[in-house]
C-alpha cells in the first residue's frame, strides 16, 4: 500500500478527492489518499518525505500549487508554462510537477468552442488569478488567442499571473485589469470568450457579471462545478451565448491525474457516476468526457 497525500492549508468538502477514491478503489490499487494540512513555510520539508518509497505522489491544492512548482526536480511542460502544479509523481527518489488543470481546462474549451484551436476567438476575458487561472491562461496562450484580460478584485494577483507570463506572451495582448463594471464592459464588448475561474457563482444566484454588460453570442466556460446551470451560464444564454459549466473540465483533469499517478487508463464512467453521487445529481446531468 503507497500513500497518496493531498496537500492543503486547509480542508473542506473536496469532490476532486471523492472522485479520485472512488476511482483508486474501482480498479483495486493499493493506494491511500490521506489528508495533509500544511502551511506554506511548511512545504520544503513536506515534499521532501515525497520522496521515501512509502509514497506515489501527492495532490496539490491551492494555495500551495505555485510553490510547490519550485519544490520538485522537474516539470511537465504544461506546470512549467503554468508555474504551478497540483499532481507531483514520484520516479524513484526524483519529484515530477504536473498540471492537470491544463488538462481540464482545454479540454473544456475544445468541447465548448472546436477542437480546432485555430478556430478559437481571438478576445477572450477571464476572471480570477489563482492556480486555476494560471492553467486557462496556458491554453489560451498555446492556442493563439491575441487579446486576455484579466480580471481580478486584487489587481495585483492579477498583475502577478500576467508578470508571469510575459515572455510566453509576446504575441498576445495579455493585460490585467481592476475589477470594475465599466472597464469589464469595454474589455467584455471587444472579446468573444468568458471563462470564470473566479469562484464566484459557487453560491446559488450569484454572477460574477451583471447581465447587462454581457454582449450577444459569447462563449461561456464558468469553472463552477457545484451547478449545472450557473447564473452567469443563464445570463449569457439568454443573449445567444454558447456555455458550459466546470464539470467536463474537472473530470478531464480527473482522468489525467489518475493516468498519471497509476499508469492506469482512467474509469471515465466511475469517475462520472462519483460527481454525480458528490453533487447530488442524476448521472445523465453530468458531462461525458470527449463527448
Do not use: C, Y
Not at 154 to 180: I, Q, S, Y
Not at 206 to 223: H, K, M, R
Request: proline share 4%; charged share 20%; no cysteine.
Amino acid at each position: 500500500m503507497q500513500r497518496l497525500p493531498i496537500i492543503a492549508q486547509s480542508f473542506t468538502h473536496s469532490a476532486f478527492e471523492a472522485v479520485q477514491q472512488a476511482a483508486i478503489q474501482a480498479a483495486g490499487l493499493p493506494l491511500a489518499i490521506e489528508r495533509w494540512e500544511k502551511r506554506p513555510h511548511l512545504l520544503p520539508d513536506v515534499v521532501a518525505q515525497l520522496r521515501r518509497d512509502e509514497f506515489a505522489g501527492a495532490l496539490v491544492e491551492a494555495p500551495h500549487k505555485e510553490k510547490v512548482a519550485t519544490l520538485v526536480d522537474a516539470l511537465s511542460d504544461d506546470a512549467r508554462s503554468a508555474g504551478a502544479v497540483n499532481l507531483v509523481v514520484r520516479d524513484g527518489d526524483q519529484l515530477r510537477g504536473h498540471n492537470t488543470d491544463v488538462d481540464g481546462v482545454r479540454a473544456g474549451l475544445r468541447s465548448l468552442i472546436s477542437a480546432d484551436e485555430a478556430a478559437w476567438p481571438q478576445g477572450a476575458v477571464l476572471l480570477g488569478a489563482g492556480g486555476g487561472a494560471r492553467a486557462v491562461v496556458t491554453v489560451l496562450l498555446g492556442s493563439g488567442v491575441q487579446h486576455v484580460s484579466v480580471f481580478n478584485r486584487h489587481l495585483h494577483r492579477a498583475e502577478a499571473v500576467v508578470a508571469h507570463f510575459a515572455r510566453a506572451a509576446r504575441r498576445t495582448e495579455l493585460r490585467a485589469r481592476p475589477w470594475h463594471e465599466t472597464i469589464m464592459e469595454a474589455d467584455l464588448a471587444k472579446a468573444q470568450l468568458v471563462v470564470n475561474g473566479s469562484g464566484i457563482g459557487v453560491e446559488e444566484g450569484q454572477s460574477p457579471i451583471p447581465a447587462e454588460l454581457l454582449p450577444d453570442g459569447l462563449f461561456v466556460l464558468d469553472l463552477v462545478l457545484n451547478h449545472d446551470v450557473t447564473p452567469l451560464m443563464r445570463d449569457a444564454e439568454a443573449r445567444s451565448g454558447t456555455v458550459a459549466n466546470g464539470q467536463r473540465s474537472f473530470l478531464a483533469a480527473s482522468a489525467a491525474t489518475f493516468q498519471l499517478i497509476t499508469g492506469q487508463e482512467a474509469p471515465a464512467e466511475v469517475m462520472r457516476s462519483a460527481l454525480a453521487t458528490d453533487l447530488g445529481l442524476p448521472v445523465d446531468r453530468v458531462a461525458v468526457v470527449g463527448d
